[in-house]
């Protein structure tokens, strides 16, 4: 029987409290990941902006887009582990926390997270969460592997979770594993977390990922 671990023992877990991963993307993987260019997308837009990165690690891409933003966009960066590139510079704030425990002072008109949703257990309340934390035009964008999400027998929920998703208000591209949608929600789900996996073995990135089980 696979051993599925509660969210708190998973963060202590070697395949997510790694220093090293995935923590030094630059501003242009962000591009390339995400499908569109952040900055850009935030200066077209009018008046103060709010821009959130769940899993910025080392925050070089956010630090690289405050160059850019010319203080238009107060920035958060969020990451389970304190290994930031530098100390917090003007108009960014950097903040050690779960994205499961982490509860923001207002809403944000951009949410990202660039290949951290896979070390997150349970996954579909993390989605839950940002989505709640979106303004009423505001966008969420993230890599979201749905195959990572299995249930008590360890089979991929398929067809039951592509459909939850877009009920939920949720645009899934199976091709480019991004996952998006725009405006506040409170999604509901069918599924109830049952743990997490910290030996799934590596996703479609080559990299160990965290499996994610439901019932």
Known sequence: MTELLDDTRLEQTAVVANSAMNRDRRLAAYRREL?????????????PQRWLDVGCGSAHALFEASESLSGRVRIVGLDLVDYFGGPSRPGIDLVTASVLDWNPDEPF???????????????????????????????????????????RNGAALGRQLSTALRRNGFDYN?????ITRTGV???????????????AGP?????EAVGSHYE
């Open 35 to 47: 499908g569109f260019d952040p900055v850009a997308w935030l200066l077209a837009r009018p008046g």
């Open 109 to 151: 008109d951009l949410i990202t997270s660039v290949h951290a949703l896979h070390y997150v257990g349970d996954k579909l309340a993390a989605l839950s969460r940002m989505s709640s934390w979106l303004t009423a035009d505001g966008h969420l964008a993230a890599n979201f592997d749905t195959s990572a999400l299995r249930n």
């Open 174 to 178: 199976s091709r480019t594993h991004r």
């Open 185 to 199: 929600a409170r999604p509901v789900w069918e599924f109830r977390y049952l743990g997490a996996d910290a030996h």
């Open 203 to 207: 996703n479609y990135t080559g990299q």
